[in-house]
């Protein structure tokens, strides 16, 4: 099972001053496809939600992720996963992780394309947000 949670504060799009606050989330159920003691590939699928200021999306959601030892408690993990509709969302990251026990620290680059698909105002807006990442999961 993976749930993610995430939040966006972006400029607003109408030429007024603030921020509208954008908040995704998604919860899968997740399936090994190969599952080896140094490496494993998951098949993922389940739903998505984006929560932002005049509408709310619920839609499929499906992924897949990657992880690999490199040497002793040092991953390399990667993971794509896509919205189709109603709204559109394609989320992408590949990132080395540090094993601590249960608590995992990781760092790499995340690449997110949103796509409102006009339902908002009619326009389809699209906006797209890639960078570095530091994150801390738990695991058991």
Same mark, same amino acid.
């Given at each position: 099972? /993976?749930l993610?949670?995430?939040?966006?504060?972006?400029?607003? /799009?109408?030429?007024?001053?603030?921020?509208?606050?954008? #908040?995704?989330? =998604?919860? @899968?159920?997740?399936?090994?496809?190969?599952? @080896?003691?140094?490496?494993?590939?998951?098949?993922?699928?389940?739903?998505?939600t984006? @929560?932002?200021?005049?509408? #709310?999306?619920?839609?499929?959601s499906?992924?897949?992720?990657?992880?690999?030892?490199?040497?002793?408690?040092? /991953?390399?993990?990667?993971?794509?996963q896509?919205?189709?509709?109603?709204?559109? =969302?394609?989320?992408?990251?590949?990132?080395?992780?540090?094993?601590?026990?249960?608590?995992?620290?990781?760092?790499?680059?995340?690449?997110?394309?949103?796509?409102?698909?006009?339902?908002?105002?009619?326009?389809? @807006?699209? /906006?797209?947000?890639?960078g570095p990442?530091?994150?801390?999961?738990l695991?058991?």
């Open positions: 099972m /993976d993610r949670l995430t939040g966006l504060g972006l400029p607003t /799009d109408d030429g007024t001053s603030g921020s509208d606050s954008i #908040t995704l989330t =998604q919860s @899968h159920l997740t399936w090994a496809l190969i599952s @080896h003691e140094r490496a494993r590939l998951r098949a993922e699928a389940g739903v998505s984006a @929560h932002a200021p005049d509408i #709310t999306f619920v839609g499929p499906f992924g897949a992720s990657l992880e690999a030892c490199i040497a002793g408690p040092l /991953d390399l993990e990667a993971r794509l896509v919205t189709p509709f109603p709204y559109r =969302q394609v989320d992408a990251n590949a990132a080395l992780a540090l094993k601590l026990g249960a608590v995992v620290l990781r760092g790499g680059y995340r690449g997110m394309v949103l796509d409102d698909a006009g339902y908002v105002d009619g326009v389809s @807006h699209v /906006d797209t947000f890639h990442f530091l994150g801390l999961g695991t058991y």
